[in-house]
Each structure stands twice: as structure tokens, then as C-alpha cells.
């Protein structure tokens, strides 16, 4: 039976507090019109003042998750965030090569808003050397960015386009390189890709509920991509959704540290 509706995976860990993981990538496909599976590779005790606890499943069940899902259901885009260590990082990397699924977005997940660890060291180096060439876009922070290069955060655009050539010079077919760190009044994004560097400009919204941001961009980019049939068109439309997710973050009233994005805030 064939369908309009795309159909998206979620390769993360869990947000008990329900601002980002699986619980923002879930939210982001179906404020976008596109329904969501998930393989749960990590839970966390966490609310919006941080993280107190990490639990990781032996990485044989991520693998059960992941090929239960793959033989069942037609996956149309996968989106991979928190993957808690070597072995999980591993496990997904041996089910990308078995079930090829057509369209990879990495967001490497590595440290909370609250300044978390939620990547071992050890895994850094498997995400980079084995998973990093396995993805079709891979979205990282300036901060992350420089962690899986070993060099220092780029400090401006030009460096941010540097670093975007040397991530894909270690596989990655493109790459969405974040400025939100940059101290700068506007928040742009390069997209970094085999046809050259694209600039995505973006107003910087001045709101505290920043929780999220960066898995809801990208589940956003895994949702649309199918949609839109293009990267380009989907990362441009994914930073509009997530803009006015935080525009209308202030609508919500969750916990006393830094809050989730609104999803859902074309309906409510």
C-alpha cells in the first residue's frame, strides 16, 4: 500500500523530562507531518535543571530494537542523537550497513544544555572514524564540531565553513555546521555539501527555553527531507519550524531550568 506519509526513525535516548531525545524527536515528526518510530539507546533521569542519571542498554538490544523495526516497517529517514558509548555507537553502525535505509541524520550528540557528558570518550572516536561516513548530513554544534576534529571551536563564519570541509572530508556527504554559539547577534548555519557552502541566516531568538534545540532541528531535517526531496529545502524549512518553536516557547511552563521548545505551537 503506498502513502504519503513518511515514515521516520528515532535513534536516541530518553528525555524523562520530555524536552529532548526521543520524546523531542517524536514530537518534531508528527508537528511536521511525518510518523515516528524509536530505538531507545539510553534512558536518562533528567528534568530541566539537568541530568542525574544515565542508564545504556546492552547494545545487543539496540540491536534488537533496530532490526525489529527495519524488518517490519518502511523507513524513510533515520535520525541518530545520543548514543551513550563505543558498543551502541557500534551497533547502530552494523545496522546502517545491514538495512541501508536511504536517508542518515547524524546530530552528535555529546554534552547537555546542563553540561552533561552524554557521549563516553571512547565513543567520540567510533562515532567519527565509523558512523560519521555512514550519514548523509551530520549536524553539529561549534563545540562538537571542534571535539570531533580535535582543534579548537571556530570563532567565526569562515572557520565554521573550514570545519564543515574537514567533516566531510572524514566521510560525512554534508554537513549543517550550528552558529548558535557564536558571539554574534544573528544565529547563521552553513550547510557544507558536494555542491559547495550554503549560508542559512536565522534570528537569534532571545528566550531561555533553548532545551532541545538541537534534536528537534534535526528530527525536523529527518521529517522534511523525504517531503521536500531535497536537503537544502528541508534544512532551511527545519530552521524555520524550530525558529518559531522558540518563539513561542514562553506559552509553556515547564520546570525552573532551561525549558523545552514549543512543537506543537501551530496548534496549541
Known amino acids: ?33 511525518a510518523y515516528g ?20 542498554p546492552d547494545a545487543a538490544f539496540v540491536s534488537a530494537q533496530l532490526d525489529a523495526v527495519f524488518d517490519d516497517i518502511r523507513i524513510d529517514a533515520v535520525k541518530i542523537g545520543m548514543l551513550a558509548n563505543a558498543p551502541i555507537v557500534r551497533a547502530v553502525v552494523d545496522a546502517l550497513r545491514r538495512h541501508r535505509p536511504p536517508r542518515v541524520v547524524l546530530d552528535t550528540v555529546m554534552i547537555s544544555k546542563s553540561n552533561h557528558a552524554l557521549l563516553a570518550p571512547d565513543a567520540v572516536a567510533a ?18 564540531a571542534a571535539a570531533l576534529l580535535g582543534v579548537a571551536p571556530a570563532a567565526d563564519e569562515a572557520q565554521m565553513v573550514e570545519q564543515g570541509d574537514a567533516l ?3 566521510g560525512a556527504q554534508a554537513v549543517l555546521v550550528k552558529g548558535g554559539h557564536l558571539n554574534a547577534a544573528d544565529s547563521p548555519d552553513w550547510l557544507i555539501d ?18 532541545g534545540t538541537g534534536c528537534t532541528l534535526s528530527s525536523a531535517i ?7 526531496g531535497d536537503l537544502g529545502s528541508a534544512v532551511a524549512d527545519a530552521k524555520q519550524y ?11 511552563d515547564v520546570g525552573h531550568g532551561v525549558g523545552p521548545v514549543h512543537h506543537f505551537h501551530r496548534w496549541w
Open 1 to 33: 500500500m503506498s502513502s504519503s506519509i513518511f515514515n521516520v526513525l528515532t535513534v536516541a535516548g530518553s528525555d524523562s523530562g520530555g524536552g529532548a531525545g526521543i520524546q523531542a524527536d517524536l514530537k518534531a515528526f508528527s508537528a511536521l507531518g
Open 37 to 56: 518510530a524509536s530505538v531507545i539507546t539510553a534512558l536518562t533521569a533528567q528534568n530541566t535543571r539537568g541530568v542525574t542519571a544515565i542508564h545504556a
Open 127 to 144: 562515532l567519527r572514524d565509523e558512523l560519521l561516513p555512514l550519514a548523509d548530513i551530520v549536524t553539529p554544534n561549534l563545540p562538537e
Open 168 to 170: 566531510r572530508a572524514l
Open 194 to 211: 558536494a555542491g559547495g557552502s550554503l549560508r542559512l541566516g536565522g534570528t537569534r531568538v532571545p528566550v531561555g527555553n533553548t532545551h
Open 222 to 228: 529527518a521529517a522534511l527531507w523525504p517531503q521536500r
Open 242 to 252: 524550530l525558529t518559531a518553536a522558540l518563539e513561542a516557547s514562553g506559552r509553556l
